[in-house]
């Protein structure tokens, strides 16, 4: 079997030919989905979903978040099913942007996410700006900041903790001013806000998508490949390699490292 291509260059018959086009993400650099549409025409199939992937999420206009724009700190975020059950969850820096957060933590779940709700719609995200502190063992530190330092405003608790700017949104977010007393706080007031900072629910409207993304999610299935010379299990002569397969992997040099061994291999394979 031999394939026949065209292109800017004129025709050329090659027996051998290697797929390597990329997947969807950043299409003005060439990577535009095109290759998905050469693999199906060669018998491939492709995954259900392609999705973007290591991509910035889009928060609700009103989310304080967007108004915090440039500000970076540690968080871990979460994902839950719709049934509350923890998928996965990532702590690293979270950066604030005028549309929603962005940084590797949020990078990293962005696919996972964006999968996930394909099939359960319920699925959300958590957000804890004090990684390592859970609901109760936040709460008791405000208890006895409020016992030690009663007269001293929250935001002092907050000052070794968070950034201020942070701490103010956060106050201010569960209705309570940052600069009354410690221990003026009702309980409620105390665990709303503790909850908000701990177990805060992102109102996630969307991503950014292919145009920002790094990375696509999808693309041709790994069982149409054989990963030991990436040469397709259903057009014998082609080889696939890098993004356009379904492999897409975290913040780290991933997904360069997926693209380099799997080209070297279908190189390697296809010139033997
Ligand atoms: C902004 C950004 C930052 C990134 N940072 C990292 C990082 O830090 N670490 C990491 O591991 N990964 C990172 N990635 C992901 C990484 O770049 C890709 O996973 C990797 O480049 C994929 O390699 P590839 O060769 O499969 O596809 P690509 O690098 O997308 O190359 C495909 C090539 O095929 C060409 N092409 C497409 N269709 C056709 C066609 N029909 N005819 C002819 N040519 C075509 C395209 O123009 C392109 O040159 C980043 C990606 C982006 C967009």
């Not at 990329?22 to 990577?31: A, E, N, Q, T, V």
Request: hydrophobic share 40%; glycine share 12%; charged share 15%.
């Amino acid at each position: 079997m031999a394939f026949q291509i065209s292109g800017p260059f004129g025709e050329l018959v090659a027996r051998k030919v290697i797929l390597a086009t990329g997947g969807r993400s950043l299409p003005k650099s060439g990577s535009d989905g095109h290759g998905y549409q050469l693999a199906r025409s060669l018998g491939h199939s492709l995954t259900a979903a392609i999705l973007p992937a290591l991509v910035p999420l889009v928060l609700d206009d009103a989310c304080f978040i967007r108004s915090l724009s440039g500000l970076t700190l540690p968080a871990t975020i979460e994902l839950r099913s719709g049934t509350g059950k923890r998928l996965i969850a990532f702590t690293n820096s979270t950066l604030c942007t005028h549309f929603g957060i962005s940084g590797p933590g949020v990078l990293d779940i962005s696919r996972h996410y964006l999968t996930t709700k394909q099939t359960d719609a319920g699925a959300a995200l958590f957000m804890n700006w004090l990684p390592g502190e859970t609901f109760e063992s936040l709460e008791a530190a405000i208890i006895e900041f409020a016992r030690r330092h009663g007269t001293s405003g929250l935001a002092k608790f907050f000052i070794d903790r968070l950034p201020q700017r942070m701490a103010v949104a956060l106050c201010t977010t569960a209705g309570i001013n940052p600069a009354i007393p410690a221990n003026s706080l009702t309980r409620e007031a105390r665990r709303t806000l503790v909850g908000l900072v701990t177990n805060m629910r992102l109102p996630v409207t969307g991503d950014r998508g292919f145009t920002v993304a790094e990375v696509t999610a999808g693309g041709v299935p790994l069982k149409e490949i054989r990963l030991d010379t990436m040469e397709s299990r259903v057009c014998p002569g082609l080889f696939l390699c890098g993004e356009i397969c379904d492999v897409d992997g975290r913040i780290g040099g991933y997904n360069f490292q997926w693209a380099w061994s799997s080209g070297h291999v279908a190189g390697v394979s296809a010139a033997s």
